[in-house]
């Protein structure tokens, strides 16, 4: 029988515990993010990655943000720690002004209970080849450059406009594969940048971890085309160099979560990591010299659809994306590592059910709930420049019984999910059109060990403001299984399990739907 309770919200109080330190999260033996208890973790978020001067987003920090954020249960943001900004005049000459600056914000969003992966973001490497400066202009500087008709912007006529332009020119290639070949002593210098990231975030529990670099490229094709096959790519310039890094963060940090990244074009081809048509690596990096890192690293991916100014994105959304997260499950399985959708985007979803910009995004995020998959979005511009959520009107304006209707262009990726699960995880959905939920899971030894301590045994996140302004009903499946509004964010639903009676392998059942106003005849009114 279901238990069913009908939980009417007339003034909703959002609280949250507050305090910069968060339970660390570590990797289970499957490769699932768990917390201190054992539960799994799942995490929604979005990138902060300021491209120009100062090169991070104070307003991402303010309260008026933080508080949107917890309301759309948005739990983790990779932010940007570039290496430039960090070390702008030399090796060893510290910014910082800069990394106090970073570490302000880490502090800020753990007050707000969000976790931080610090991704050291490049897009083209620099200005010197029509980007922003990610990578020390001193160290690209100090590389041989290219000669006659080589010059920078070859093959280009034109300059490169952009952050993605510079990657098809011979000069930045070029400068990538001396980084890769070690040329000026690249290695060290990069190695030196973690040491101090590391040094200052070790310590800091919401900080889950670092990622090497974004969305490395795959070297010079033009003098080895064979650069261009992502598992040749990841085998001889990636692996060697993350290997390097990985070391030398673990002089200075054990525990931090290393975050890492194939060439972006090596996730759709096949489930096999170290085969030439994925990422090319036969380990996690560092794993031959440290065998705890198939406990502690992270494969990163991303996921763009090209067409999305077409009509039809169907190709994509329903052959494409579904070949790539079967291939980063086969991928993490057999790295035995985590695995984590650290971007998608370029859809921008705009109140209109029917544009190909809401339909691509929506089609991400339920192919990440089907997957169970952990994701940031790119990016953060939620806000307009009065630092409102960004609005869009609907034409549901009308006489005395109508008022103005705004849609939320944020609405589809604040989602019901759970936050924290004592079992494992099955299957997971939400209506973007109805607000209707539903996830379920199989209890296990975790289950019942929460549930004797009287602990919740998953914690379900629901985003009140956009889909249940009126309340919520839910249903719990078994019968003998209860729930309530967590007492310190009533966002948050918990589940809990009797300490007596219960068993493993149960499928646990949480359906979540908004309460539905009754209905008014408001052409009777009128008369």
Not at 41 to 54: A, C, D, E, I, T
Not at 180 to 195: E, L, Q
Not at 303 to 332: D, H, R, W
Request: hydrophobic share 40%; aromatic share 14%.
């Amino acid at each position: 029988m279901l238990a069913r309770t009908v939980l009417c919200v007339v003034c909703v109080l959002f609280v949250v515990a507050r305090g910069d330190s968060l339970p660390e999260v570590r990797l289970n033996a499957d490769g699932d993010f768990v917390d201190p208890s054992g539960r799994i973790k799942l995490f929604h978020g979005f990138n902060s990655v300021y491209k120009k001067r100062p090169y991070y987003n104070a307003a991402d920090v303010n309260a008026n943000r933080l508080k949107f954020f917890r309301q759309w249960g948005f739990n983790v943001v990779r932010l940007g720690a570039l290496w430039h900004p960090a070390f702008p005049t030399g090796p060893g000459k510290v910014n910082d002004t800069y990394l106090k600056a970073i570490e302000d914000q880490v502090d800020k969003f753990a007050e707000a209970g969000i976790y931080v992966i610090l991704d050291m973001h490049q897009d083209s490497l620099s200005s010197m080849y029509g980007s922003y400066d990610a990578i020390p202009l001193w160290l690209l500087e100090s590389f041989p450059r290219p000669r006659g008709f080589l010059k920078y912007p070859w093959p280009k006529r034109s300059m490169p406009s952009g952050d993605w332009e510079g990657y098809v020119t011979f000069a930045c290639q070029k400068a990538f594969q001396c980084i890769y070949d070690n040329h000026t002593n690249a290695w060290k210098h990069w190695g030196d940048f973690w040491v101090e990231i590391a040094r200052r975030f070790k310590d800091k529990s919401n900080v889950l971890g670092y990622e090497l670099i974004n969305e490395p490229f795959a070297g010079n094709i033009y003098t080895n085309p064979l650069r261009g096959i992502p598992g040749y790519a990841g085998k001889h310039n990636l692996a060697p160099v993350y290997d390097y890094l990985v070391e030398r963060i673990r002089s200075v940090d054990e525990r931090k979560f290393i975050f890492f990244e194939g060439v972006t074009w090596s996730v759709i081809g096949t489930a096999r990591a170290d085969s030439f048509a994925g990422p090319g690596f036969k380990r996690v990096p560092g794993g031959d010299k440290f065998p705890q890192e198939y406990g502690r690293s992270v494969f990163s991916y991303h996921y763009y659809c090209p067409l999305i100014e077409m009509a039809n994105t169907k190709i994509f959304s329903q052959l494409i994306m579904p070949k790539m997260f079967y291939s980063v499950k086969g991928i993490a399985k057999q790295l035995k590592s985590g695995r984590f959708l650290t971007e998608f985007g370029i859809c921008v979803p705009d109140g209109n059910p029917k544009s190909i910009n809401t339909i691509e995004c929506n089609a991400v995020m339920n192919g990440a709930d089907a997957n169970l998959q952990s994701w940031t979005y790119w990016d953060s511009q939620f806000f307009d420049t009065d630092d409102k959520p960004i609005i869009n009107q609907a034409s549901l304006l009308s006489r005395q019984f109508f008022r103005l209707m705004r849609t939320q262009s944020v609405k589809p990726f604040a989602r019901f999910y759970p936050m924290a699960t004592g079992g494992t995880p099955i299957n997971l959905k939400f209506d973007v059109a109805t607000g209707s939920g539903s996830y379920a899971f199989l209890t296990n030894e975790v289950t019942e060990a929460l549930s004797k301590q009287g602990k919740a045994i998953a914690s379900i996140f629901l985003p009140l403001e956009l889909y249940y302004p009126q309340g919520y009903e839910v249903d719990v499946v078994p019968s003998t299984f209860t729930y309530s509004a967590s007492n310190v964010n009533d966002h948050i639903i918990e589940v809990f399990a009797p300490a007596d009676g219960i068993m493993k392998d149960v499928v646990a059942e949480i359906n979540v739907r908004p309460t539905q106003m009754p209905r008014i005849n408001h052409l009777a009114m009128l008369i």
